[in-house]
């Protein structure tokens, strides 16, 4: 298990970032999803010790959020989202430098860093001032930080922004592997759908500092509803009223094909019926599948 | 730019807790500082009046050698405790330590602000007062190499050059009157750095308000002093605060009559401003309410 949190309550003044939040993280890749404002950022810091809870429980790897922040630190590597580095140094002694603070000793901690370097692709600019580096670069030099001491659980807050497709095709490869193939259990925030489709196993999906759904990917997908594409002839705006009417949502796209979620418990052939029933004709009806996007708009309320 | 060009291995080692967590802080920003050009002709000039006064005190020693040279003017090399007041807390000396500041303490704390590196810091299992201390340390390493190595090396070699320890048996406080003040000194200055870098992510800025507050608060004294001859303006300046204060230190009469003590005052001033703006702004994540 990465982290359990039971009824973690946080606000920021009158703001309520974090609202009765009661969750278990468990091993191996897990997306953090939410809306900005859904409190995302707010949990990561929590489960890093930035931020003290002002109720609720939270521990990591076992280490109490708020006693053992210092275990919690040593055995976690954190990808922040904004570009960090300090001036006047190169990869190799930033990197040594992390790894050194996070408790290895120096010459261990240099040697790692080539190692660290070299797996993120910063191998051949390792000894390049950090001033000189370019966005994608940066990206790498954070990731590379984060694992320099071997954690056991990576969080990684937006790892892709600010990248170009190929190179955010490389960082979300790296991430794979480190997630699959390392032994290191890692968490996620992003707000690219995608990202975190291609690379977790796992989603958590936060809403106004409440948990909105959570749960394995495939399994979201298949419990809480289908959905189906249908193109039909004749009055659709009825139509889509009635099975509506059924308890589906429906979303109507730019070339008439309207996509439906039918609930889970929900027999399809009551469309039919409805489309009987509407006298129109169904000329396409096929199953879809669900893509995160459909899953994130779905536990958030929002198209 | 290809990926793992290596394979991602695990580390066999392990994580120790350190017992001075803040020292590879420490050994960075002196490496940095001892990078940059400016900042090695600055500190080596800042050692020459402790290589003069050094003459001073071998000269005090072979008087009669060099009696031509000092023409009656014996007094100037009488070393006593004032001697070793003239040397820390000499214009020149005080000057070069704000160079030093300006140079290597201004972006100690402004520079981690603009880079966002503070998260990347507490996201190890480093305390805020071990980070802090660690910046610090920078601070007090240049400093003490300018006044309490010096210090104690003018009683050692006084004590060699007169082959006789009558010097110490005549001031057996002075070698803590020089650790003191040296100590005392180089709080104030690392309060005033930290406080300052603290206040803003722009290094030129924190650089300029270093040299700046000290400078213009000695222009301040004078004017007001020339003006209306209070000596409690002094008060106004931080040069002759510290020359206050370091005058109690080697049991002198201070320059200016105003109690020692108001000046003390003034300069623990900074260090309490100094906590506290930066239990404010050190941090993990910037928390915007």
């Known amino acids: 298990m990465i982290a359990e949190i039971s009824d973690l309550h946080f606000s920021y003044g009158p703001i309520k970032a974090l609202d009765g939040i ?23 810091r929590i489960l890093l010790g930035f931020l003290a809870p002002q109720r609720g429980q939270g521990r990591v790897l076992g280490f109490d959020v708020r006693l053992e922040q210092a275990h919690i630190r040593r055995h976690v590597g954190y990808m922040p989202e904004d570009d960090c580095l300090i001036p006047g140094m190169d990869a190799v002694t930033f990197t040594a430098y992390f ?87 890692v968490l996620i925030s992003s707000h690219i759908l995608s990202d975190i489709e291609s690379v977790c196993s796992e989603v958590v999906i936060l809403n106004k500092g409440r948990l909105a759904a959570q749960g394995k990917l495939s399994e979201l997908r298949e419990l809480h509803y289908r959905v189906y594409e249908i193109r039909i002839k004749g009055e659709g705006e009825r139509f889509a009223a009635k099975i509506k009417a059924l308890g589906c949502r429906v979303e109507e796209t730019e070339d008439n094909l309207i996509k439906t979620y039918v609930p889970a418990e929900m027999d399809i052939r009551e469309i039919f ?3 009987e029933e509407e006298k129109v004709q169904v000329r396409h009806f096929v199953r879809s599948r669900t893509s995160l996007e459909d899953l994130f708009a779905r536990a958030v309320g929002v198209d | ?59 005090s020693e072979r008087i009669e050698d060099f009696q031509y040279m000092l023409r009656g003017n014996k007094q100037m090399l009488e070393v006593n405790p004032a001697y070793f007041k003239a040397y820390l807390s ?39 007062g071990s980070y802090l201390i660690g910046k610090a340390n920078v601070i007090v390493f240049f400093l003490l190499l ?24 005549a001031y057996p406080w002075l070698p803590l009157s020089v650790i003191g003040y040296s100590l005392f000194v180089t709080g104030f200055f690392c309060a005033y750095t930290l ?21 213009f608060s000695d222009i301040l004294f004078g004017f007001f002093y020339e003006n209306y001859k209070k000596p409690a303006f002094a008060l106004l300046s931080l040069k002759e605060n510290l020359q206050q204060v370091g005058a109690w230190f080697f049991r002198l009469k201070p320059a200016h009559d105003v109690p020692w003590y108001w000046s003390l005052l003034i300069l623990l001033a900074f260090g309490v401003a100094a906590a506290v703006v930066m239990n404010k702004r050190v941090r993990g994540v910037e928390v915007v309410k």
């Open chain 1, 273 to 275: 019926n409805a489309a």
């Open chain 2, 146 to 169: 300018l006044t309490l190595v010096p210090g104690l090396l003018f009683v050692f070699f006084k004590l060699l050059f007169a082959g006789n320890f009558g010097f110490l048996a």
């Open chain 2, 195 to 215: 406080l300052l870098s603290s206040l803003s992510k722009n290094r030129r800025y924190v650089s300029i308000l270093i040299f700046a507050v000290y400078l």
């Open chain 1, 99 to 185: 790894g050194e603070l996070s408790g290895m000793p120096r010459q261990e901690a240099m040697k790692r860093a080539h190692d660290v370097l070299f797996y993120a692709g910063l191998g051949e600019s390792r000894y390049r001032l950090l001033e000189t580096y370019s966005a994608g670069m940066k990206q790498r030099l954070k990731l590379a930080q984060a694992i320099v001491h071997d954690p056991r659980v990576l969080f990684l807050d937006e790892p892709t922004s600010n990248l170009d497709p190929q190179g955010r095709k490389e960082i979300l490869e790296l991430i794979q592997d480190i997630s699959s193939k390392k032994d290191i259990q």
């Open chain 2, 1 to 59: 730019m290809t990926i793992r060009e290596k394979g991602y291995m695990h580390w066999d080692g392990q994580l120790k807790e350190r017992r001075f967590p803040w020292a590879p802080i420490t050994w960075l920003g002196i490496r940095l500082a001892f990078k940059k050009k400016y900042f090695r002709f600055i500190i080596f000039s800042s050692f020459v009046p402790a290589v003069v006064f050094l003459v001073g005190i071998y000269i």
């Open chain 2, 90 to 128: 000499s214009d020149f000396l005080l000057f070069m330590m704000v160079m030093i500041l300006v140079v290597s303490g201004a972006g100690l704390i402004s520079d981690d602000l603009k880079h966002n590196s503070l998260q990347l810091y507490f996201a190890r299992p480093l305390s805020k």
């Open chain 1, 22 to 44: 009661t969750l278990n993280l468990p091993e191996g890749a897990v997306g953090l999803l939410g809306p900005n404002g859904a409190g995302k950022s707010t949990l990561l």
